[in-house]
């Protein structure tokens, strides 16, 4: 999952969707040095992680985007399902998305100082553009992976992905909904277990 469906699925704990939204940039047991509520978000943004990557719906959208973009095509199919969230925010929440958006950015300025430093670089540049809110739209999704393209040096050829997600869309639609659905329950277990 993305950054939005990171964020959404750590519940309303402040901390654990910080840690949550910054556990890319963590690796191995460094998490330990943060404040236990942000560890617990590192924790669960691994859990998922490894959920989504394990389940036959995910891998079923994957297998679309294999041949053209191979090890990429998690990473697209990532930022496909935070678009059909967004799309169908009011599906999973009462408050709007740019409400919620909102609280979060004011969240990652209100706790600065535990910021990652890889955090810290990237949070002008997502609130400036709203890359949150502008999953709504395909149009805010092809510059998202335009960026992501940039990163990679052009090498995976991401900036192209919308191509397949218009071609397909009802079938990554569908996807999502299945199995977001059940990554919900399951991040929910995690946060109260």
């Known amino acids: 999952m993305n950054f939005l469906a990171h964020i959404y699925l750590s519940g309303e704990n402040d901390s654990i969707k910080i840690g949550n939204f910054m556990a890319d940039g963590i690796r191995g047991k460094h998490f330990e040095c943060y404040p236990l509520e942000i560890q617990k978000g590192i924790i669960l943004h691994r859990a998922i992680d490894t959920f989504t990557d394990a389940h036959p719906i995910f891998r079923q959208s994957t297998k679309k985007l294999h041949e053209k973009y191979h090890h990429y095509a998690g990473v697209i199919v990532d930022v496909f399902y935070d678009h059909f969230l967004a799309k169908n925010w009011n599906r999973y929440s009462d408050e709007k998305l740019e409400e919620f958006v909102n609280r979060f950015y004011q969240s990652l300025h209100d706790n600065h100082s535990i910021l990652s430093e890889r955090t810290k670089q990237i949070m002008p540049y997502m609130i400036e553009q709203n890359w949150l809110v502008s999953y709504q739209t395909i149009e805010g999704i092809h510059r998202i992976l335009t960026q992501m393209d ?44």
């Open 150 to 193: 940039q990163r990679t040096k052009n090498e995976s050829k991401m900036r192209f992905a919308t191509n397949e997600l218009s071609e397909f869309y009802s079938e990554f639609e569908e996807e999502f909904t299945s199995f977001f659905q059940e990554l919900n329950v399951f991040a929910t277990q995690k946060r109260i277990g």
